[in-house]
C-alpha cells in the first residue's frame, strides 16, 4: 500500500491505521494547530521503538547512514547479505 497525506492529523490516523513498514516525512508538514513534521516524527518514533523499529534515516540520505542501515537490516535478516560479502566472509 501507498499513500500520502497533506496534513499531520491525517499523517498519524494513517500510521495509527494501517502500521506501515516504512514512512518518509516531509520537512514542511504542519497542521492548523502549529504541529510540524518533527513533532509527526516524535509520536511515530515512540510507537514504532516500541514495537521494534530497525533503524531511522534522516534526509538527506547519505552513504554512511544507508550502510548503517543495511548492515543493521542484514545482521536481523542474513538473505539480504550482498553475494560479494558472503562469498568474502564478511
Known amino acids: ?3 500520502e497525506t497533506e496534513t499531520v492529523a491525517q499523517t ?3 500510521f ?9 516525512l516531509d520537512v ?3 497542521s492548523a494547530t502549529g504541529m510540524d513534521a518533527l513533532s509527526v516524527f516524535r509520536t511515530i518514533t515512540i510507537d514504532v521503538l516500541g514495537e ?3 533503524e531511522c534515516i534522516v534526509e538527506p540520505f547519505d552513504s554512511p547512514g544507508l550502510e548503517r542501515m543495511w ?3 542484514s545482521e536481523i535478516y542474513p ?3 550482498r ?8
Open 1 to 3: 500500500m501507498v499513500a
Open 12 to 14: 498519524i490516523d494513517l
Open 16 to 24: 495509527r491505521t494501517t502500521r506501515p513498514n516504512v514512512i518518509t
Open 28 to 30: 514542511g508538514l504542519r
Open 52 to 54: 521494534g523499529a530497525l
Open 71 to 73: 548492515r543493521r537490516l
Open 79 to 81: 538473505e539480504l547479505k
Open 83 to 90: 553475494s560479494d560479502e558472503a562469498a568474502s566472509g564478511r
